[in-house]
Protein backbone atom coordinates (compact mmCIF):
# COMPACT_ATOMS: atom_id res chain seq x y z
CA UNK A 1 0.00 0.00 0.00
CA UNK A 2 1.54 3.31 -0.99
CA UNK A 3 2.06 5.53 1.79
CA UNK A 4 -0.59 8.56 0.78
CA UNK A 5 -2.82 7.40 -1.58
CA UNK A 6 -5.51 10.22 -3.79
CA UNK A 7 -8.19 9.99 -6.13
CA UNK A 8 -7.01 9.14 -9.22
CA UNK A 9 -8.92 12.21 -11.01
CA UNK A 10 -8.61 14.20 -13.17
CA UNK A 11 -12.39 16.22 -12.07
CA UNK A 12 -13.82 18.34 -14.64
CA UNK A 13 -16.85 20.16 -13.25
CA UNK A 14 -18.86 23.21 -14.13
CA UNK A 15 -18.53 26.64 -12.16
CA UNK A 16 -20.66 26.51 -9.21
CA UNK A 17 -20.28 22.95 -9.00
CA UNK A 18 -18.93 21.36 -5.28
CA UNK A 19 -16.13 18.80 -5.63
CA UNK A 20 -14.76 16.63 -2.74
CA UNK A 21 -10.80 15.01 -3.11
CA UNK A 22 -10.17 11.36 -0.81
CA UNK A 23 -6.56 10.90 0.62
CA UNK A 24 -5.65 7.74 2.61
CA UNK A 25 -2.29 7.60 4.16
CA UNK A 26 -1.03 4.14 5.37
CA UNK A 27 1.04 5.45 8.64
CA UNK A 28 -1.08 5.21 11.68
CA UNK A 29 1.61 7.18 13.75
CA UNK A 30 1.79 10.06 11.09
CA UNK A 31 1.04 13.62 13.12
CA UNK A 32 0.18 16.18 10.54
CA UNK A 33 -1.62 16.89 7.59
CA UNK A 34 -2.03 19.01 4.87
CA UNK A 35 -3.80 19.96 1.35
CA UNK A 36 -1.65 22.17 -0.97
CA UNK A 37 -2.16 23.42 -4.21
CA UNK A 38 0.03 22.56 -7.33
CA UNK A 39 -0.40 25.28 -10.45
CA UNK A 40 1.15 23.35 -13.84
CA UNK A 41 4.86 23.87 -13.88
CA UNK A 42 4.84 25.93 -10.19
CA UNK A 43 5.68 25.10 -6.92
CA UNK A 44 3.33 23.40 -4.38
CA UNK A 45 1.29 26.22 -2.09
CA UNK A 46 -0.10 25.37 1.03
CA UNK A 47 -4.09 25.58 0.73
CA UNK A 48 -4.63 24.57 4.28
CA UNK A 49 -3.64 22.24 7.00
CA UNK A 50 -6.28 19.46 8.41
CA UNK A 51 -7.53 19.56 12.16
CA UNK A 52 -8.83 16.67 14.18
CA UNK A 53 -11.27 18.87 14.56
CA UNK A 54 -12.01 19.63 10.90
CA UNK A 55 -11.60 23.20 9.81
CA UNK A 56 -13.16 25.75 7.03
CA UNK A 57 -11.46 28.04 5.17
CA UNK A 58 -14.37 29.72 3.42
CA UNK A 59 -15.16 27.68 0.12
CA UNK A 60 -12.58 25.33 1.78
CA UNK A 61 -13.67 22.05 4.24
CA UNK A 62 -10.78 19.97 5.30
CA UNK A 63 -11.47 16.52 7.80
CA UNK A 64 -9.53 14.18 9.08
CA UNK A 65 -10.65 10.61 10.51
CA UNK A 66 -7.62 9.17 12.11
CA UNK A 67 -9.17 5.95 12.73
CA UNK A 68 -9.92 5.31 8.59
CA UNK A 69 -6.45 7.43 8.18
CA UNK A 70 -8.63 9.50 6.07
CA UNK A 71 -8.73 12.99 4.79
CA UNK A 72 -10.47 14.54 2.82
CA UNK A 73 -11.17 18.16 1.01
CA UNK A 74 -14.58 20.12 -0.04
CA UNK A 75 -14.48 22.69 -2.34
CA UNK A 76 -18.06 24.84 -2.42
CA UNK A 77 -18.67 26.93 -5.19
CA UNK A 78 -15.65 26.12 -7.77
CA UNK A 79 -14.26 28.82 -9.56
CA UNK A 80 -11.86 28.80 -12.53
CA UNK A 81 -9.03 29.70 -10.38
CA UNK A 82 -9.52 26.96 -8.49
CA UNK A 83 -8.74 24.67 -11.43
CA UNK A 84 -5.04 23.38 -10.12
CA UNK A 85 -3.45 19.87 -8.93
CA UNK A 86 -4.10 19.17 -5.20
CA UNK A 87 -1.67 17.38 -3.30
CA UNK A 88 -2.51 15.68 0.05
CA UNK A 89 0.56 15.83 2.41
CA UNK A 90 1.02 14.06 5.57
CA UNK A 91 3.68 14.08 8.33
CA UNK A 92 5.33 11.17 9.52
CA UNK A 93 6.41 13.24 12.46
CA UNK A 94 9.04 12.34 14.98
CA UNK A 95 13.14 12.91 14.95
CA UNK A 96 12.78 11.78 11.33
CA UNK A 97 9.80 13.48 10.02
CA UNK A 98 9.62 13.73 6.74
CA UNK A 99 6.54 15.34 4.44
CA UNK A 100 5.33 12.48 1.95
CA UNK A 101 3.23 13.35 -0.85
CA UNK A 102 0.04 11.76 -2.71
CA UNK A 103 0.15 12.16 -6.51
CA UNK A 104 -2.56 14.52 -6.21
CA UNK A 105 -5.48 15.07 -7.75
CA UNK A 106 -6.21 17.39 -11.03
CA UNK A 107 -8.95 19.95 -11.41
CA UNK A 108 -10.82 21.57 -13.72
CA UNK A 109 -13.25 23.91 -13.49
CA UNK A 110 -15.38 24.74 -16.95
CA UNK A 111 -17.12 27.65 -17.57
CA UNK B 1 9.38 38.46 -0.90
CA UNK B 2 10.44 35.66 -1.42
CA UNK B 3 11.75 33.59 1.75
CA UNK B 4 12.70 30.17 -0.25
CA UNK B 5 14.58 31.15 -3.73
CA UNK B 6 16.12 28.60 -5.69
CA UNK B 7 19.07 29.09 -8.29
CA UNK B 8 18.95 28.49 -11.08
CA UNK B 9 15.21 28.68 -12.21
CA UNK B 10 16.17 26.80 -15.65
CA UNK B 11 19.00 24.71 -15.79
CA UNK B 12 20.43 22.50 -18.93
CA UNK B 13 22.94 20.16 -18.84
CA UNK B 14 25.08 17.80 -20.46
CA UNK B 15 24.63 14.22 -19.92
CA UNK B 16 27.54 13.09 -16.91
CA UNK B 17 28.64 16.42 -16.59
CA UNK B 18 28.17 17.24 -12.85
CA UNK B 19 25.50 20.16 -11.88
CA UNK B 20 25.10 22.19 -8.67
CA UNK B 21 21.32 23.40 -8.00
CA UNK B 22 21.02 26.07 -4.73
CA UNK B 23 18.53 26.81 -2.73
CA UNK B 24 18.40 29.41 0.29
CA UNK B 25 15.93 30.95 2.80
CA UNK B 26 15.15 33.77 4.97
CA UNK B 27 12.83 32.00 7.21
CA UNK B 28 15.60 30.59 9.74
CA UNK B 29 13.91 27.50 9.48
CA UNK B 30 16.01 24.40 10.55
CA UNK B 31 14.60 21.96 8.50
CA UNK B 32 15.33 21.80 4.38
CA UNK B 33 14.04 19.69 1.86
CA UNK B 34 14.87 18.47 -1.84
CA UNK B 35 12.45 16.87 -3.62
CA UNK B 36 12.30 15.17 -7.12
CA UNK B 37 9.51 16.09 -9.24
CA UNK B 38 8.71 14.63 -12.48
CA UNK B 39 5.71 15.29 -14.50
CA UNK B 40 2.32 14.17 -13.50
CA UNK B 41 4.08 12.76 -10.86
CA UNK B 42 3.84 13.62 -6.90
CA UNK B 43 7.26 15.46 -5.58
CA UNK B 44 9.72 12.69 -4.24
CA UNK B 45 11.72 13.13 -1.33
CA UNK B 46 15.69 13.10 -1.95
CA UNK B 47 16.50 13.91 1.62
CA UNK B 48 16.17 16.33 4.28
CA UNK B 49 18.52 18.41 6.94
CA UNK B 50 17.74 18.92 10.23
CA UNK B 51 19.83 21.67 11.19
CA UNK B 52 23.46 19.69 9.97
CA UNK B 53 22.32 16.15 9.89
CA UNK B 54 21.33 14.85 7.17
CA UNK B 55 18.48 12.15 6.28
CA UNK B 56 18.68 10.35 3.36
CA UNK B 57 15.88 8.30 1.73
CA UNK B 58 16.59 4.78 1.08
CA UNK B 59 15.79 4.76 -2.29
CA UNK B 60 17.90 8.15 -3.36
CA UNK B 61 20.70 7.40 -6.14
CA UNK B 62 24.25 7.58 -4.83
CA UNK B 63 24.34 10.37 -7.61
CA UNK B 64 22.71 12.31 -5.76
CA UNK B 65 24.67 14.47 -2.80
CA UNK B 66 23.65 17.71 -0.59
CA UNK B 67 25.55 20.08 1.35
CA UNK B 68 24.61 22.42 3.88
CA UNK B 69 27.04 24.73 4.49
CA UNK B 70 24.98 27.20 7.14
CA UNK B 71 21.20 27.51 7.80
CA UNK B 72 20.57 29.77 5.35
CA UNK B 73 22.16 28.11 2.20
CA UNK B 74 21.22 23.80 0.60
CA UNK B 75 22.90 22.57 -2.38
CA UNK B 76 22.02 19.82 -4.33
CA UNK B 77 25.08 18.36 -6.56
CA UNK B 78 24.03 15.35 -9.37
CA UNK B 79 27.59 13.98 -10.06
CA UNK B 80 26.64 12.66 -13.24
CA UNK B 81 23.27 13.44 -14.23
CA UNK B 82 21.34 10.92 -16.42
CA UNK B 83 18.65 11.61 -19.30
CA UNK B 84 16.26 9.75 -16.56
CA UNK B 85 17.34 12.97 -13.91
CA UNK B 86 15.37 15.41 -15.95
CA UNK B 87 12.71 17.15 -13.56
CA UNK B 88 11.58 20.01 -11.45
CA UNK B 89 13.88 19.90 -8.38
CA UNK B 90 11.98 21.44 -5.28
CA UNK B 91 13.34 22.73 -2.40
CA UNK B 92 11.31 23.26 0.96
CA UNK B 93 11.77 24.54 4.54
CA UNK B 94 9.89 23.62 7.49
CA UNK B 95 10.60 24.80 11.32
CA UNK B 96 11.69 21.76 13.33
CA UNK B 97 11.95 21.92 17.42
CA UNK B 98 12.93 19.99 20.83
CA UNK B 99 16.70 19.47 21.77
CA UNK B 100 18.86 18.10 19.76
CA UNK B 101 19.56 15.12 19.20
CA UNK B 102 16.71 13.01 21.21
CA UNK B 103 13.88 15.29 21.13
CA UNK B 104 14.15 16.72 17.66
CA UNK B 105 10.51 16.69 15.80
CA UNK B 106 9.67 17.91 12.73
CA UNK B 107 6.46 20.52 14.18
CA UNK B 108 3.21 20.87 12.73
CA UNK B 109 3.97 23.58 10.75
CA UNK B 110 3.35 23.72 6.83
CA UNK B 111 6.50 23.80 4.50
CA UNK B 112 7.73 26.93 2.35
CA UNK B 113 8.78 25.32 -1.14
CA UNK B 114 11.14 27.79 -3.58
CA UNK B 115 9.82 27.91 -7.45
CA UNK B 116 11.63 25.41 -8.21
CA UNK B 117 15.00 24.50 -10.54
CA UNK B 118 13.55 22.70 -13.95
CA UNK B 119 16.82 20.44 -15.15
CA UNK B 120 16.90 19.52 -18.37
CA UNK B 121 19.70 17.16 -19.22
CA UNK B 122 20.94 16.94 -23.06
Known amino acids: RKEVEQDPGPFNVPEGATVAFNCTYS??????FFWYRQDCRKEPKLLMS???SGNEDGRFTAQLNRASQYISLLIRDSKLSDSATYLC????????????FGKGTKLSVKP | DAMVIQNPRYQVTQFGKPVTLSCSQT?????MYWYQQKSSQAPKLLFHYYDKDFNNEADTPDNFQSRRPNTSFCFLDIRSPGLGDAAMYLC?????????????????????FGQGTRLTVV
Open chain 2, 92 to 112: ATSRGGGAPPTRRTIMNTEAF
Open chain 2, 27 to 31: LNHNV
Open chain 1, 89 to 100: VVNNGGSQGNLI
Open chain 1, 50 to 52: VYS
Open chain 1, 27 to 32: NSASQS
